[in-house]
């Protein structure tokens, strides 16, 4: 079992910063890619960002390439996953959700934690 709690969202102003955090624990969780997602208000939700279990390999949603940097923390017994989210907008608002891949295929996840609300007033 994998255990995600993410932590870090709130209220912010266009143009502003947040940085998410996911606490991973279970499993060995350092040797899983973690993504980010979000769903917004009426909205499906939608990939945001990846990591590889190593760090060393990150995609990105063309909707957030440039604004967002997501990165992570394996040195702990649980495993730190973040979102750095810069120059937000309006339509960043959501739900922001952090995930485990166990089988690494790019779509494909298993754990999920339970949201944190990002909302960007205008």
């Known amino acids: 079992q994998v255990q995600l709690v993410e932590s870090g969202g709130g209220l912010v102003q266009t143009g502003g910063s947040l940085r998410l955090s996911c606490a991973a624990s279970?499993?060995?969780?350092?040797?899983?890619?973690m993504g980010w997602f979000r769903q917004g208000p009426g909205k499906e939700r939608e990939f945001v960002a990846r990591?590889?279990?190593?760090?060393?390999?990150?995609?990105?949603a063309d909707s957030v390439k440039g604004r967002f940097t997501i990165s992570r923390d394996n040195a702990k017994n649980t495993v730190y996953l973040y979102l750095q989210m810069n120059s937000l907008k309006p339509e960043d608002t959501a739900v922001y959700y952090c995930?485990?891949?166990?089988?690494?295929?790019?779509?494909?996840?298993?754990?999920w934690g339970q949201g944190t609300q990002v909302t960007v007033a205008s």
């Open positions: 279970g499993r060995t969780v350092s040797t899983y890619a």
């Open positions: 990591i590889s279990w190593s760090g060393g390999n990150t995609y990105y």
């Open positions: 995930a485990v891949s166990l089988s690494g295929a790019l779509n494909e996840y298993h754990y």
